[in-house]
């Protein structure tokens, strides 16, 4: 069976406290530190990957800092420039850019640049919430 879903037909949420959140796919189970983003169960597909959503912030806007216990990240900029807080490390990025964010690492995006950044987030299940890291 074929699963094609468009962002256009999904209600967004508020991630973050600042930025819009389209939840395109997920696993059946919420991982620790996820947005509060209901997924309806034809679309909860993914066995291995946490989820997939296209994400937007606004100019001037920053996530709160938060971590994942149990799962990596991936955002990959499709429009806009700013910069990251990974950790203590800060980094510029822009469209084209691909950012990788280990499980455990407080992190933060901000959109110091004119434009509305788009980016495509995947979360990758790790299961090493027990874990000290």
């Known amino acids: 069976m074929a699963?094609?879903?468009n962002w256009r037909s999904v209600q967004p949420v508020i991630a973050h406290k600042s930025g819009l959140d389209w939840r395109?796919?997920?696993m059946a189970t919420k991982t620790q530190g996820d947005i509060d983003a209901e997924t309806d169960p034809k679309f909860?597909?993914?066995?291995?990957i946490t989820y997939v959503s296209l994400a937007k912030l606004q100019p001037s806007l920053s996530y709160e800092k938060h971590s994942h216990p149990d799962h990596e990240e991936v955002y990959y900029i499709i429009n806009g420039s700013g910069h990251i807080q990974i950790g203590s490390e800060n980094a510029r990025f822009r469209d084209g850019d691909i950012i990788y964010i280990p499980e455990k690492k407080q992190h933060s995006i901000t959109n110091d640049g004119t434009e509305m950044?788009?980016?495509?987030?995947?979360?990758?299940?790790t299961?090493?919430?027990?874990?000290?890291?």
């Not at 909860?44 to 291995?48: E, R, V």
């Not at 299961?127 to 890291?133: I, L, M, N, S, Y």
């Open 3 to 5: 699963i094609v879903r």
């Open 117 to 125: 950044i788009e980016f495509l987030a995947f979360g990758g299940y």
């Open 127 to 133: 299961g090493k919430e027990d874990q000290v890291g």
């Open 44 to 48: 909860q597909c993914l066995k291995a």
């Open 24 to 26: 395109l796919l997920s």
